[in-house]
């Protein structure tokens, strides 16, 4: 099964700003694993692949949130998973991208990830 997962990074990472409880070694694990990683965030896609490389982490994709369609397009997956800390931006554009949506504190209960940490 193959299974994309998109981060937003501030609220939801702990790099954010404001630091989000989902840790980078968290999301390494879900990559080690096989699952496709990126970042679907309001910052610049040069920051987002900033803090991919600062963390030494193999990233599949950088977009910002109204690309979530487009991110979809170009990855065929099973499950394709947004993890974010807003309502009115992480929820509303996983969900009409056709995205299943996670709060950062769902997301440590699901068990593709607990599985890995």
């Given at each position: ?20 409880v989902l840790t ?64 009115d931006l992480d ?13 950062p504190d769902e ?11």
């Open positions: 099964m193959v299974i994309l997962i998109s981060y937003d990074i501030d609220g939801t990472l702990e790099v954010g700003d404001p630091p989000g980078m070694e968290m999301v390494r694990k879900t990559q080690e694993q096989g699952y496709l990683i990126g970042s679907c965030s309001d910052r610049p896609l040069s920051g987002q692949r900033a803090i991919w490389e600062k963390h030494d982490i193999p990233f599949d994709f950088v977009a910002s949130k109204h690309q979530l369609p487009e991110v979809m397009a170009k990855f065929e997956a099973d499950i394709y998973y947004h993890i974010g800390d807003r309502e929820k509303k554009y996983a969900l009409e991208a056709g995205f299943e949506f996670l709060w997301a440590l209960a699901e068990p593709w990830l607990l599985r890995h940490i």
